[in-house]
DNA sequence: AACGCTTGTTCAATCCACTGAACAACCACC
DNA sequence: GGTGGTTGTTCAGTGGATTGAACAAGCGTT
């Protein structure tokens, strides 16, 4: 098993898929994705997923034809039906909408970098930023992934789920991610947090994705079974950061959250 | 044919695909962008596609596993996955985040709403959006499609491509969509504004897809086969639309084009 | 409540997509 | 130019995905 590079099975071992093609054309997708030059050949393909080559070759020219990934060469890499397709998923969730309106209007949002995101799997993924300062651009884009130990907008939103769900995707030993000297390091720290988070209401980053900058969020009550909770942000300088100012924040953050989680206001 | 409801059937007839499942699997995702509530049942898709209920079952259950749609009781929809793909694409696109860059420091576009799109199939796709002037806030989004007649960008894409090609997209007899009183209704308007946009290297769209607002695109010229070729546009309101503004928003667009064409300029 | 008319799920038989080995083309390195 | 390692493509046999009919469960009407 380790004599070698890790082949990350396409089908999860004894689990065969309903439609194994599709499963496996779902796996090329992601191994696209997270290649780093985004770039890889039918071989590189073949070996990463251990599929056979004759069928990887069967499966690139069916998702060619389908446009959700481009040839060029020699080389495969995603192709432009998925902004479509995302962009499609996007349009579909009024809250988005609403959410750039609100943002406009409100006293002190309405300045800043604002931010809507979503639970996915084990990150968060942002869907939608609202940016009333250009002072302050944040590199960070729609559909990006963030780890949820890092983000204001993750802890907040893993403060919504249950203990042991908590303690499935955290046990004890569990290794966090670090990106700045401030990340938190351990479990305890993290769950010692969800629980101050759930008694305030509100999330705080300080510097712990990317130092200099602090970040608020709370969560987006879901109403019913509607889909899985969103969460918002409001990103600051750290310099420029103040108690009154984040007091303000987090009451038109906890509006508009408000009046997300209740479509008809 | 005109009986009843048109099954676009999943496989084009006769051209059978290397992977069907596949294939299918992907009209599956069209269908449900395409749909207007953004939600379809199994019995929907399966009548749609022409696909049996049973494999239909099967397709879904597959891509519900890849997380690339989402069940909710009986309705399936889009999944998140496809937000992350589509950001992975774009997040690939070099030229994306040189765009921002220039924008924010151009004299005159910083302050106006620039926008990057790409031909893809008949239709433009819009890859990113800088937006200097909150004032004029667009309705459209990264990922949003346009048609190639109704758009500067798409004019200026058209423009691009040739002859027989846009003879093939555009017979002479074509209906071309309509928007406003000012969209181009004839394929002889179209080939006609072409001709000038070769010629003086820019487009202008005067209130074609949205009263009240005029847009400006210039091409990016594409460095040897590196894809399909990009255009650049800015939109702004008639009303505050001068002559002198206009030549130096195609100075600094084609400035922009200049450099996104020339990576290391 | 019994009736149509939906809906989604089950299952065994069949057909076709997948496979693996053999192929041809390529590149890099001596 | 040979040689070893690639690469992607071809093709016939076979195993499993696909299928359609039969099933069960839901809904609105009469």
Redesign the pocket.
Known sequence: MADSRTPRSAEGLGS???????T?AAAVLDALAEAPSGRL???????ELG????????????LEEARLITREG???SLGRKLVELGAAYLSRLDEVQEFYKFCEQAPTLSGETVRIAMIDGDHIIYLARYEGHPAVRLTSNIGDKMPLSLSAVGKVLLAQLHDHDIEAMFPDDVELPVMTPKSLRSAAELKAQVAAIRKQGYALEDEESTLGVVCLAVPVPTHGAHGPSLGLSVTALKATFSEEQAALMVKELKELAHSLGNPMG
């Open positions: 065969s898929s309903p439609a194994p093609a599709v496996r050949t039918l071989s590189d393909l073949s070996r599929i056979p080559k004759s069928s990887t070759s069967n499966l690139l020219l069916a020699a080389d495969f």
